[in-house]
């Protein structure tokens, strides 16, 4: 009897539910608060396109994905969120909501800029039981499949209630009275009335997990054969897809073409190489990110980055 009651006690204290609170100022990233003993992001690399509004800016949150719905309430500051390749602002009290298996990075103008957030992240399908055969647990099924608006911004009437779940969560978590994981778990599906409430989901149709295993496995193709010459036909028949198929799947998961997507590539990789304090010549850096033509590789620079490759080099070595 004794073993069932701390057994119970035990299941109402812990709950799978990541916490995290930190500011960011003067250069200095600090901790307030850290529960993350049961959600860790995805390790698999996903590449990101290269924005003009995200470039040349300090990496907060590396891109990357995981397996759960974050919740992320811009506490002071303001930053470039990049979700699925596309960047927006968000200011203080503004919300980010990133959904499952959902790439996406915060990126600061400098490593100077004052900024902090809190987020809360979960998995739902540890929240909510799977659907049963017999049709029973719809709801619950219902509430999984929902997808989110990534940005909520801090004046619309969405923002205030969820903002006070997020606190609620937090406090409860800080409290750790006896029962307070039942409470969260009951914040959190409040939580899901908001964006219903006020038009900002939609249901998921489509096989997620899927998707971003090809995005993972594209990534890794071209990350592998960066100097080769890499033509739609060749990636498109390494996936075992057909190239119409191909292209058509490319553009949805990283919204631009193949052949646009893998120019931005090279040029980020070949400006991060120079960045990097090699200056080997104009034909070295071009053959060595795949750019077979000298001339088009100056092209491609130049729309990117802003000067000519030559350019670039000779003011990263008047830093030096």
């Known amino acids: 009897m004794l073993q069932s009651l701390m057994q119970a006690k035990k299941s109402f204290t812990e709950l799978p539910v990541f916490i995290w609170k930190d500011r960011f100022s003067d250069g200095t990233r600090s901790p307030l608060i850290c529960k993350e003993d049961s959600f860790h992001p995805s390790g698999k690399t996903i590449l990101k396109m290269m924005t003009n509004a995200a470039d040349s800016e300090y990496t907060f949150t590396p ?34 909501i990133f959904n499952a298996f ?10 100077k800029t004052e900024f902090s957030h809190t ?56 409290r750790n009275e006896q029962g ?35 995005m993972t496995r594209v990534s890794s193709y071209i990350e592998e054969n960066l100097a080769e010459d890499i033509t739609t036909a060749q990636i498109a028949a390494y996936c075992q897809y057909s190239t119409e ?35 080997s010549t104009i034909a070295e850096v071009s053959s060595r990110f795949g750019f077979n033509n000298q001339n088009h590789f100056g092209h491609m620079f130049k729309k990117y980055v802003g000067i000519l490759p030559s350019e670039y080099i000779n003011r990263q070595k008047s830093k030096g």
């Not at 959902?102 to 490593?111: A, K, T, V």
């Not at 540890?126 to 990534?150: I, M, Q, R, T, V």
């Not at 980020?268 to 090699?278: L, N, Q, T, V």
């Open 245 to 279: 198929h191909f292209c058509r799947l490319f553009k949805k998961c990283f919204n631009k073409t193949f052949k646009d997507y893998l120019n931005v590539y090279r040029i980020r990789k070949a400006k991060e190489f120079i960045d990097g304090g090699d200056f």
């Open 119 to 174: 987020s809360i992240a979960f998995r739902p399908h540890y929240f909510f039981p799977p659907e049963k055969a017999d049709g029973e647990n719809h709801f619950f099924a219902d509430l999984k499949a929902l997808l989110f608006e990534n940005h909520i911004a801090a004046s619309h009437p969405a923002a205030a209630p969820i903002s006070d779940c997020i606190d609620r969560i937090v406090d409860l978590y800080e």
């Open 180 to 214: 307070w994981a039942i409470e969260v778990f009951a914040q959190l599906v409040l939580f899901y009335s908001y964006p219903v409430r006020f038009g900002l989901c939609r249901k998921n149709e489509e096989n997620t997990s899927y998707m971003f295993d090809f």
């Open 63 to 96: 891109y990357h994905y995981h397996d759960g719905i974050e919740i992320l309430r811009v506490d002071a500051g303001k930053a470039t969120v990049v979700v699925n390749n596309q960047a927006f602002t968000a200011c203080t009290g503004d919300i980010l």
């Open 102 to 111: 959902q790439p996406h990075g915060i990126f600061l103008s400098s490593e």
